[in-house]
Structure formats: structure tokens, C-alpha cells
């Protein structure tokens, strides 16, 4: 039986428009300001890529990304995940950190859903839908990397580890 992975966008923590330049944010807790993060130039509209991309981990989880919509201020997959093992009844993909992770280095996490936070699929089970990232991918950004239970073997039979990567120049052509 399908089921889906999260119940859509809503209720985001909404931050103003960054500026169109790389910029440093800081934080001020003295006198001297201290660099915390880099702020890249962020889309200015939506745009949806079609893609077709499968990743697999030696435990059975197989995960295939369809479509992938880059927005202002989320990034959301469309994804199809299935459990085909034996050595569990069940397993999780986000029982560990799960995340998108550009090429700077800048990860931007799953907003898991209120009904699933662990995104369980039991055996034999498919399920279908979106996964929301908090946050845009910054334009330019020619892949980025899809993290499951991040740091965990692939043969975890809990929260099994897998990294599918995605390229996103040419995934619209």
C-alpha cells in the first residue's frame, strides 16, 4: 500500500529576501562580529527539473527521485522509496540526520512529516511522495547531494545510510 512521505509545504519558518550579492551573516555577541555562515545568491522564481535518478543501499532500500522543484524558500523532491529486504521488519531513512548537501557544503534539512518524523517503510512497502527542504538551493548550483541517516552504513538494518547525487544543470534539458 502507498503512502505518502510528507504532507506538503506549509507552516515554514519564512525568512526575508537575501540580498543578490554573497553576503557573510554574523553574530554579535561583543564587540567583534563572528562569521557563521555564507549566504549565496538564492533563486528568484520556482523552477521544476525533471529527473530520473535511482540510489540503493545494501540492506534493500531503494530510493528514486522523479522531480526535483527548486523554490524560494524550500526544496522539494518528488520521490518514490521501497524496502525490499529481509533482514527487518521495517527501516528508517531519516532516523539520523536527513538532507540536501550543495557543493559548498551547506546542507539543507528535511522537514519531516508530523505523522512519519522517521519516514518508516515496512517490508514489501512502497511509498510516494514529496520531501521538503528547508531552504533554497542557490542558483548556479550545477548538483547537489541527497543524505539519508547521515554517517550510517548502508547495511544499518535501523536507519541504513545512502547518498544518491543530483545534478541539476542539465536534469530540465
Not at 502507498?2 to 540580498?19: E, K, T, V
Not at 529486504?85 to 528508517?92: E, F, K, L, M, N
Request: aromatic letters at 4%; hydrophobic letters at 35%.
Amino acid at each position: 500500500m502507498d503512502r505518502p512521505i510528507a504532507d506538503g509545504l506549509y507552516s515554514c519558518w519564512m525568512h526575508p529576501a537575501p540580498s543578490n550579492e554573497t553576503a557573510t551573516a554574523t553574530a554579535n555577541n561583543s564587540s567583534s562580529a563572528v562569521p557563521v555562515s555564507t549566504v549565496n545568491r538564492l533563486p528568484q522564481e520556482e523552477r521544476s527539473l525533471a529527473v530520473n535518478v535511482q540510489g540503493t543501499a545494501p540492506v534493500g532500500v531503494t530510493v528514486r527521485v522523479k522531480n526535483i522543484e527548486v523554490g524560494t524558500d524550500a526544496t522539494i523532491l518528488d520521490v518514490s522509496a521501497s524496502y525490499g529486504g529481509t533482514a527487518s521488519s521495517d527501516v528508517t531513512l531519516a532516523g539520523s540526520p536527513t538532507y540536501l548537501l550543495d557543493e559548498q557544503g551547506n546542507r539543507l534539512m528535511l522537514k519531516p512529516p508530523q505523522d512519519d518524523r522517521d519516514l518508516r517503510i515496512t517490508k514489501g512497502q512502497t511509498m510516494d511522495g514529496k520531501l521538503v527542504f528547508l531552504g533554497a538551493v542557490a542558483e548556479g548550483t550545477k548538483a547537489v547531494k541527497l543524505v539519508f541517516n547521515d554517517n550510517n552504513d548502508g547495511n544499518s538494518i535501523i536507519d541504513p545510510g545512502l547518498t544518491i547525487a543530483l545534478p541539476l544543470d542539465d536534469a530540465a534539458k
